[in-house]
């Protein structure tokens, strides 16, 4: 066994299509499938379910996997070690939740400065999603909400705050300057899924603020939120707001500087907190580490 037969397998699974994972491998589909079947023949185990096409892994190819991500990092930790001063190179895999890809131009663009040979893959996904990518070594770092119960024990450094918004376009509805909480029973709503982790924030912000005008005995929403349109996505989303279909709560910092045609009116209260998240590793690879040095620190 070798780290190119581990680096196939990595590829085979992360492309799910064996032409794939050879043309990014640099070798030919013949080469990277007899290398893989030398693998399950020195392990003894079925590793790849092959039909007409790539299938998936096995059980025992999942486990498999594990731990070849794991050495391959530290494959690659080790090269950055003994060539320090050497171009940094390969592949970043970042994941992302979908309310943050509006941040990510100036970082992107910073780090592809420094480091123009680094090859940088973008995986958009939600926040469970995101800790099973780092946990299992599938995404090398991860741009998410810190606070995420799902994110609890990974290494992070905190960016911004994503700040709640009326969203909405002035031509179909008017916001007012300053909306509360309670404005939300004013409009057809068009919201995030509720599988999506900014939905569930809204929904949790909307419990605590019912529970606390009960206390006082004052009145929360006119009526329940029940939205009139649903995406999971933010693009989709956005589209419906400007068409006038209904109006968004969303993160502020999700409308792109070249948006027109959409209002945004900042709702009051606290932010959710956003930053980089990875998987602890004593010591820090060099990819990890030149990265974190590239980033750009919160204003």
Do not use: K
């Not at 590793?47 to 299938?55: A, K, M, P």
């Not at 918004?165 to 709503?189: K, N, V």
């Amino acid at each position: 066994m070798d780290h190119r037969q581990l680096a196939f397998l990595a590829a085979l699974a992360r492309e799910r299509h064996f032409g794939r994972a050879a043309a990014a491998c640099h070798v030919t589909q013949p080469t990277l499938s007899a290398r893989l079947r030398g693998l399950e023949e020195e392990l003894g185990v079925r590793l790849i379910r092959r039909g007409r096409r790539y299938e998936g892994l096995t059980p025992e190819g999942e486990r498999v996997l594990g731990h070849a991500r794991r050495i391959l990092g530290e494959f690659e930790a080790l090269r950055g070690e003994l060539a320090p001063d050497a171009p940094l190179t390969g592949r970043l895999t970042l994941g992302v939740i979908p309310t943050a890809l509006g941040t990510l131009a100036e970082p992107l663009a910073g780090l592809r400065a420094s480091h123009p040979r680094l090859r940088v893959r973008l995986r958009e996904l939600a926040t469970p999603r995101l800790a099973q990518g780092l946990e299992n070594g599938e995404l090398d770092l991860v741009l998410g909400y810190l606070d995420a119960p799902a994110m609890a024990g990974f290494a992070h450094r905190p960016l911004h705050e994503e700040r709640p918004a009326l969203l909405a376009s002035p031509r179909h509805f008017r916001l007012p300057g300053a909306p509360d909480w309670t404005s939300l029973g004013d409009y057809p709503l068009c919201l995030l899924t509720p599988e999506m982790h900014n939905r569930q924030l809204l929904a949790a912000r909307l419990e605590g603020l019912e529970r606390t005008a009960s206390g006082r005995q004052e009145s929360g929403l006119s009526r329940p939120l029940e939205p009139c349109l649903e995406a999971n996505s933010i693009a989709a989303l956005l589209a419906m707001v400007g068409a006038g279909l209904g109006v968004g709560v969303l993160p502020v910092e999700c409308l792109p500087a070249t948006a027109s045609g959409i209002l945004a009116r900042r709702l009051p209260g606290p932010g959710d907190r956003v930053g980089l998240l990875w998987r602890p590793q004593r010591p820090r690879s060099r990819l990890l580490e030149e990265v974190l040095a590239a980033w750009p620190a919160s204003p």
